[in-house]
T-cell receptor, first 123, second 112 residues
């Protein structure tokens, strides 16, 4: 199957600092990547949709200046949590949608492959 | 944000029992998917359904895409301890946005 990695897997930072999380599709090209947030014992909530080479589309209620998303290539998207506060502590998960035929693999079109998540703790 | 209604919220079952969970929506979806998530990890795709009425199996798992396109169910037969985890359904909203809407999750615990 398709593999998506995230780095770091966990991070602890002080309030007021910025944290960057990377999402990479390792063996396929992803035209679209998605960023989700998950609080303990809750479901995944979509934060934004990231398309390569264009601005991200944010879901209602998500501050675009707070959560900066960059999708510079077909295999990398980054999420930067700026001026992090304790309430930003959460599990952040990315997913990547396969670009049909681009990787040479037969992947289901529209299928999203998820990364392992990044646990952010803001002190 | 929007979520799908998933039931039951949690289940405690004995090893060997069958499990059934479902997901309902007020909106129509083109695709239904079922994921399993273990603690501290991202969701892993179990089954994807692309047509209304479709019934698909993956080992001991069977899932169906409801005829109305507003619901789906997942069955797990002969549960084993490693089935423990949180199961999420997800609906694909429209072909244009490629967004998924996730269900509220069903937490499964299997007692040996």
């Amino acid at each position: 199957g398709a593999v998506v990695s995230q780095h770091p897997s966990w991070v602890i930072c002080k309030s007021g600092t910025s944290v960057k999380i990377e999402c990479r599709s390792l063996d396929f090209q992803a035209t679209t990547m998605f960023w989700y947030r998950q609080f303990p014992k809750q479901s995944l909530m979509l934060m934004a949709t990231s398309n390569e080479g264009s601005k991200a589309t944010y879901e209602q209620g998500v501050e675009k200046d707070k959560f900066l998303i960059n999708h510079a290539s077909l295999t990398l998207s980054t999420l930067t949590v700026t001026s992090a506060h304790p309430e930003d502590s959460s599990f952040y998960i990315c997913s990547a949608r396969s670009h049909p035929g681009a990787s040479g693999k037969t992947l289901a079109y529209n299928e999203q492959f998820f990364g392992p998540g990044t646990r952010l703790t803001v002190l | 944000g929007q979520q799908l209604n998933q039931s039951p919220q949690s289940m405690f079952i004995q090893e060997g029992e069958d499990v059934s969970m479902n997901c309902t929506s007020s909106s129509i979806f083109n695709t239904w998917l079922w994921y399993k998530q273990e603690p501290g990890e991202g969701p892993v795709l179990l089954i994807a359904l692309y047509k209304a009425g479709e019934l698909t199996s993956n080992g001991r798992l069977t899932a169906q895409f409801g005829i109305t396109r507003k619901d789906s169910f997942l069955n797990i037969s002969a549960s084993i301890p490693s089935d423990v985890g949180i199961y999420f359904c997800a609906g694909h909203v429209t072909s244009g946005t490629y967004k998924y809407i996730f269900g509220t999750g069903t937490r499964l615990k299997v007692l040996a």
